[in-house]
């Protein structure tokens, strides 16, 4: 099979995310000799919808803002993906995102599709009001699209669970009762689920350890980890490593970087953040880096847990690290990847080392569907089976198709799909 190379139309040439996701789609494609009919539907979303936000601001002005939601695959089941608000969302990096979280979806085993949504703002200058008001329009304005059965929103960069409870009253407002089940990532009182909070982190660690086993690492205090990103994914991701003995040496946030060859004490950084308004600035115990520098420091277990393409063909080859375990979605171009192989860098890809979050996004949809919930306990025992099984599979086809283990990932992932469309065939 000869597959052509992907010619980008002008709607998506603004992100580089989109070309990367493309691309590593191509290069899986190509090697699993992946039927042509499939790769081309799988290349495009099946829908997206670009809407007009608009609200008035606390100074009693209107202000218009864009969003969107987009749906890329759904032959497995319900849409699933997160609401982002920043300032650099597009529809291009949307879509990407989309295709992202339709591959993690098929290579975890879940009965879901991939979708994503945002709006284009900074959440750091609006008020509570503001961003309630932001988040009701913005939710009507989708409503079409969501639902329970057909597509189901969680948090991300910029949202949290009072971003989706305010999504889920408003739907639950248009339909006329309560429909928890239409967003996950909710507070426990109205059908969240126990673990949600810190269950990306969670899921990185968990794919941790398995390389760990595989490449015959003792998690303990020689080993030192650097953190890129300290936020929900990132904070949740070095509490744990920190708890299972390594020794967390560096950390970063938007407002810059901190490194301490000798560990970061965790006690004294908690009681910074407190007093810091949750922020690292200002932290007297570490030398102060930028991001960027943070990521070339020597380190066991590098973490990427901030935003994509943070490592590139720039910085590539001053990486100095054992282990890559991507938090954040995308952080890697592909022309690093390639120096990264290179260099004999075991890398984790994000669409395995981060599932964990729209793993137990899952397991909080059945969980309301059935209206019977589980422990937390319960919770962390299921994540680790998948996380871990989703780990053994993807080495698995490192080992047979001799290959990254990124390609393996989506190797994995596509493997799964396309037998599921090839099942359902194709109409008209």
């Given amino acids: ?40 539907r799988l290349k495009w979303p099946k829908r997206a919808l670009v809407v007009s936000v608009p609200i008035r601001l606390d100074d009693k002005s209107i202000k218009t803002f864009i969003g969107y939601r987009v749906q890329h695959n759904m032959t497995l089941g ?109 507070p426990i009182e109205i059908g969240g689920s126990l673990g949600r909070t810190e269950a990306t982190g969670r899921g990185v660690v968990y794919t941790v350890i398995e390389a760990a086993k595989y490449l015959d690492i003792s998690l303990d205090e020689n080993i030192s980890v650097i953190v890129q990103g300290f936020g929900k994914v990132g904070a949740s991701a070095a509490r744990k490593l920190e708890k299972i003995g390594c020794r967390i040496v560096g950390l970063s946030d938007v407002t810059g970087g901190i490194y301490n060859p000798k560990g970061i004490d965790f006690e004294k950084l908690s009681a910074h953040l407190a007093s810091n308004g949750g922020t690292l600035k200002g932290y007297k115990e570490a030398e102060v880096v930028t991001n960027s520098e943070l990521l070339e420091q020597k380190c066991d277990i590098l973490v990427p847990s901030a935003v994509s393409k943070q490592i590139t063909e720039k910085n590539a080859d001053k990486i100095k690290c054992r282990i890559i375990a991507e938090g954040a979605n995308g952080p890697t171009t592909v022309e690093a990847d390639k120096i990264i192989n290179e260099r004999n860098i075991f890398v984790i890809p994000d669409i395995v080392a981060n599932a964990g979050g729209v793993t137990v996004s899952y397991f909080e949809w059945v969980q ?31 080992q047979e198709e001799k290959t990254d283990m990124r390609t393996a990932a989506y190797i994995a992932g596509i493997r799964r799909l396309s037998k599921a469309m090839l099942w359902r065939g194709f109409w008209p």
């Avoid at 996701?21 to 000799?33: D, E, P, R, S």
């Avoid at 949290?160 to 429909?179: N, R």
Wanted: proline share 5%; charged share 25%; with cysteine.
């Fill in 78 to 186: 319900p849409a699933k993906g997160g609401v982002r608000y920043h300032p650099d969302v597009t529809l291009s990096e949307t879509t990407a995102l989309a295709m992202l979280m339709t591959f993690k979806c098929a290579v975890v085993g879940l009965p879901l599709g991939g979708a994503k949504g945002g709006i284009k703002c900074d959440p750091t200058t609006m008020s509570r009001n503001e961003l309630q008001k932001l988040t009701r329009r913005y939710t009507s304005e989708i409503l079409s699209l969501i639902g329970p059965t057909k597509d189901v929103p969680a948090p991300d960069i910029g949202t949290d669970e009072q971003t989706m409870a305010w999504m889920m009253d408003t739907y639950s407002q248009e339909i006329g009762f309560s429909v928890p089940d239409v967003v996950t990532g909710k």
């Fill in 368 to 398: 309301g569907i059935q209206k019977l919930f589980w422990t937390e306990k319960e919770v962390n025992n299921r994540l680790w089976n998948i996380m871990s099984e989703t780990f053994r599979r993807v080495l698995q086809t490192v």
């Fill in 1 to 40: 099979m000869i597959l052509k190379e992907q010619k980008f139309t002008s709607e998506w040439e603004d992100s580089e995310l989109f070309k990367n996701t493309v691309t590593l789609f191509h290069n899986a494609a190509q090697k699993m000799n992946l039927d042509p009919n499939i790769a081309e």
